[in-house]
Each structure stands twice: as C-alpha cells, then as structure tokens.
C-alpha cells in the first residue's frame, strides 16, 4: 500500500524558514519522480518543485527557485523541502506527490501539511 506521510508544517514569521519532510512507504522510491505541491484555499493545486528519478533534475516553480530546494534521502525514502526567507504568499497546504511515470500525472498524493507564513 503506498503511503506518503508529511511533516514539518507549522506557522513561522516572514524570512523564516522551514523544512517539510515525507517518508514514502509501498513502492519503490527511487523508480519514481516525486514532487511537491501546494494550495490556497480556494485556489488550484500547484506543483512547487520536483525530483526525477534519477535525483538529478529538479524543476521549481519560479517563485520558489533559490529559496526552496528538493533533495531526497532514497536510503530512507524520504523526501524533503527546505524552504528559506518565506513570504506571506507561501501560505498554504502543501502535499508529497508521487508521480506515475507513463502519463506524468500524480498517482498519490499526501495527505497534506499547512505551512503558514505569518507575524
């Protein structure tokens, strides 16, 4: 059964910083793209940044580039966002998504962490 399980969320004060974590679980981790993805309430879900499978790609929303980094433990399945000088805007849920490799298309996703940037 694949499980992706967040944590690290939190509220923190702009130019803050924190860092999400998801241990994956049910597959295996490595023969996967993953990513990550936020939401405003209201608002579609948006990918942030992702990691190929191979770990050596890793796309950003443009937002997000320099201040936000993917990396990836596949020892332990895990995946992580340290996320630097946060901005009010980043408010939102964010999700570990696992990526299906034929379409492209998310497959699983997280249940889902709120991050709130806020003083």
């Known amino acids: 059964q694949v499980q992706l399980v967040e944590s690290g969320g939190g509220l923190v004060q702009p130019g803050g910083s924190l860092r999400l974590s998801c241990v994956a679980s049910?597959?295996?981790?490595?023969?996967?793209?993953m990513s990550w993805y936020r939401q405003v309430l209201g608002m579609l879900r948006v990918m942030v940044a992702g990691i190929s499978r191979t770990r050596r790609s890793t796309p950003y929303l443009a937002d997000v580039k320099v201040r936000f980094t993917i990396s990836s433990d596949n020892a332990n399945s895990t995946l992580f966002l340290p996320m630097t000088s946060l901005k009010p805007e980043a408010t939102a849920v964010y999700y570990c998504?696992?990526?299906?490799?034929?379409?492209?298309?998310?497959?699983?996703w997280g249940q889902g962490i709120q991050v709130t940037v806020s003083s």
């Open positions: 049910g597959f295996t981790f490595v023969h996967y793209w």
């Open positions: 998504a696992r990526v299906e490799p034929d379409s492209g298309r998310v497959d699983y």
